[in-house]
């Protein structure tokens, strides 16, 4: 297990998306980092949302749809 997440450099706080090491989470970052990597968004994978509190306060998502429409959005 770990999390996905995404920080607007500017902006104070993230979103976090709960899931799984693998094939898929690579993809995801990939697509992500493609759509927003360039504009000042910062999309990590950490182990543990308490021993990472430079990325505080964390907006929990429930869905990976929900985590990738929140993320494109940050920087038009």
Partial sequence: ?????AKD???HGC???KTTHGK????LKR???KA???????IVTISRPTAYGEYAPYRFVD???EFQT???GLRP
Wanted: proline share 0%; hydrophobic share 45%.
């Fill in 1 to 5: 297990m770990c999390y996905l997440v």
């Fill in 9 to 11: 450099r500017d902006a």
């Fill in 15 to 17: 979103f976090a998306f």
């Fill in 24 to 27: 898929h989470l690579v993809e």
């Fill in 31 to 33: 697509e992500l980092n």
């Fill in 36 to 42: 927003v990597g360039y504009k000042g968004v910062q």
């Fill in 63 to 65: 869905t990976e749809q």
């Fill in 70 to 72: 929140l993320v494109k």
